[in-house]
Nanobody, 117 residues
Framework: VQLVESGGGLVQAGGSLRLSCAAS????????MGWYRQAPGKQRELVANIFTSGGSTNYADSVKGRFTISRDNAKNTMYLQMNSLKPEDTAVYYC???????????WGQGTQVTVSS
């Protein structure tokens, strides 16, 4: 599975961005896809994920009510709509997929999101 993110950039606090993650390869084997982020000097953390079976989603408490994860299975693309952005949302955002019964994990190259105050 190959993952390619897009949509990062610089935005003012209170603004919005939408990230996209296009998957290719053995996409039929994907069990769950998610967005992680890593700020300078901090550990990588889960932002949100969405399960292939049933479409259930999970969000980090820090983004609940502001971010929305979605997936277009026909396009093999996952999205993260980010609204009401805060400076603390500044990080490199990574797309992740776990596949084949969660045996394998795949990562995208990351996309920078910078929120100015």
């Amino acid at each position: 599975v190959q993952l390619v993110e897009s949509g990062g950039g610089l935005v003012q606090a209170g603004g919005s961005l939408r990230l996209s993650c296009a998957a290719s390869g053995s996409t039929f084997s994907i069990d769950v896809m998610g967005w992680y982020r890593q700020a300078p000097g901090k550990q990588r953390e889960l932002v949100a994920n969405i399960f292939t079976s049933g479409g259930s989603t999970n969000y980090a408490d820090s983004v609940k009510g502001r971010f929305t994860i979605s997936r277009d299975n026909a396009k093999n693309t996952m999205y993260l709509q980010m609204n009401s952005l805060k400076p603390e949302d500044t990080a490199v955002y990574y797309c992740n997929a776990r596949a084949a019964g969660y045996r394998y994990a795949y990562w995208g190259q990351g996309t920078q999101v910078t929120v100015s105050s």
